[in-house]
């Protein structure tokens, strides 16, 4: 499953927000996401800043693009690089 949120906050400031479950943590407790490179089919691990949450969703507020597409299902199994069909 992969998902690329975008929403308009109360203030009228534009956030980017990803599912929750897109977010995975290496052993230093670092966020992470597999942001996919549809060209070439890959998925590529990028370490995230998160903010706030809302509801299901949570705030990148650095280390990702906007408009760019995340792996929110299955992406325990991902190693950075992985091929795959992303869509």
Do not use: C, W
């Amino acid at each position: 499953m992969i998902a690329g949120v975008k929403i308009i906050s109360e203030q009228q400031k534009e956030l980017t927000v990803i599912p929750v479950e897109a977010v995975l943590h290496d052993f230093n407790n670092q966020s992470y996401v597999y942001v996919v490179d549809e060209s070439a089919n890959k998925a590529f691990k990028r370490t995230v800043s998160l903010g706030k949450s809302i509801n299901d969703k949570i705030e990148v507020i650095s280390g990702l693009d906007e408009n760019k597409t995340v792996v929110s299902g299955g992406q325990q199994k991902l190693v950075d690089g992985s091929h795959g069909n992303y869509h």
